[in-house]
């Protein structure tokens, strides 16, 4: 890659509240797909970024599935539009912008090759980085732990990626058992 993009987006991204989340997807990426082109690392970099501002689709796991088709859809199409707004803004040519948002708009659900490695990049880097998170969703009584255990089976069974699968198998069974610990802490 030669291309300024990717430093740009990595500043870009580094004061949303979740950047590291989005920083290790883009390294889980790169760990599943050495070579990836710019467009699979922009997008795996950038996927959330409706998230950092205000305006969006709200998640409320107290509520809504895990799997909650109308919040993911809205928040992966978000993200697309600020994420290809902001690349054609940094000289992006409308090819990689549409790609990129391409991309986004699939990384809830893949469907593709490219698709399904940015979706399983971002389930590898939630189940390393948002066991507490989605923990603190149980401890400040937003959801039960059944709940919250349920978001991270989803972000798990939703690997299409063989290796990703393998790879993401100790992180899934860590983030239950972190969820299971806080339980039978309260009794």
């Not at 400040?140 to 299409?160: L, N, T, V």
Request: aromatic residues 8%; glycine residues 6%.
């Amino acid at each position: 890659m030669k291309s300024e993009l990717v430093p740009r987006a990595e500043e870009w991204v580094r004061p949303y509240w979740n950047a590291h989340h989005l920083e290790r997807a883009r390294d889980w990426l790169l760990v599943l797909e050495p070579g990836a082109d710019e467009a699979l690392v922009l997008a795996a970099l950038t996927h959330d970024m409706e998230r950092f501002f205000s305006g969006g689709p709200e998640f409320d796991p107290g509520t809504m599935a895990a799997h909650d088709e109308d919040y993911r859809k809205a928040h992966s199409e978000r993200s697309a539009l600020i994420v290809g707004d902001w690349l054609a803004e940094h000289g992006a040519g409308e090819e990689l912008v549409a790609r990129v948002r391409e991309l986004i708009e699939l990384h809830e659900i893949g469907g593709t090759p490219d698709a399904d490695l940015v979706q399983a990049a971002d389930s590898l880097s939630f189940l390393e980085t948002n066991g507490e998170l989605v923990l603190g969703w149980y401890t400040k009584g937003r959801c039960s732990a059944e709940r919250a255990k349920a978001q991270h089976r989803r972000m798990f069974e939703r690997i299409r990626v063989e290796r990703a699968r393998e790879l993401a198998r100790p992180l899934y069974e860590e983030a239950i058992a972190l969820i299971d610990r806080e339980a039978a802490a309260r009794g």
